[in-house]
C-alpha cells in the first residue's frame, strides 16, 4: 500500500515557476514507477510525465517537454516536478501517482495509486 500526499500548488503569473512536491508513506516507494498527471476542467485527466523505479528513466507529454523536471528521491520517499515557464493552458488540478512496476507507463489505468491533487493556476 502507498499513500501519496501533493504539495506545492497555487497561483503564479505566466512565465513563472513552481515546485510540486509528492510524499509517499510505506516501504515500496523505490519499487514504483511515479508519474504526474493533470486534469483541467471539463477535460479528461492527463499524462504529464513519469519516473522510472529507480529515477534513470523520465519521459514528457510534449506539451511540457523542456519547462518540466520530474525527480524523485528515493531515500526520502519524494517525488518532484519542476515547473518553468509556466503558460495559463498549465493551469489544472495535479495528481500525484504511483504503479508497482520498474518501468514507466503512461495510461492513468495503470496506475494503482492516486494522491489527492494539488491545484496550479497560471494567470495571463
Known amino acids: 500500500q502507498v499513500q501519496l500526499v501533493e504539495s506545492g500548488g497555487g497561483l503564479v503569473q505566466a512565465g513563472g515557476s513552481l515546485r510540486l512536491s509528492c510524499s509517499a508513506s510505506?516501504?515500496?516507494?523505490?519499487?514504483?514507477?511515479m508519474a504526474w498527471f493533470r486534469q483541467a476542467p471539463g477535460l479528461e485527466r492527463e499524462f504529464v510525465t513519469a519516473?522510472?523505479?529507480?529515477?534513470?528513466?523520465?519521459s514528457y507529454a510534449d506539451s511540457v517537454k523542456g519547462r518540466f523536471t520530474i525527480s524523485r528521491d528515493n531515500a526520502n520517499n519524494t517525488m518532484y516536478l519542476r515547473m518553468n515557464s509556466l503558460k495559463p493552458e498549465d493551469t489544472a488540478v495535479y495528481y500525484c501517482?504511483?504503479?508497482?512496476?520498474?518501468?514507466?507507463?503512461?495510461?492513468?489505468?495503470?496506475?494503482?495509486?492516486w494522491g489527492q491533487g494539488t491545484q496550479v493556476t497560471v494567470s495571463s
Open positions: 501517482a504511483a504503479a508497482p512496476r520498474f518501468s514507466i507507463v503512461k495510461k492513468k489505468d495503470d496506475y494503482t495509486y
Open positions: 519516473i522510472s523505479s529507480s529515477g534513470a528513466s523520465t
Open positions: 510505506g516501504r515500496t516507494f523505490s519499487s514504483n514507477v
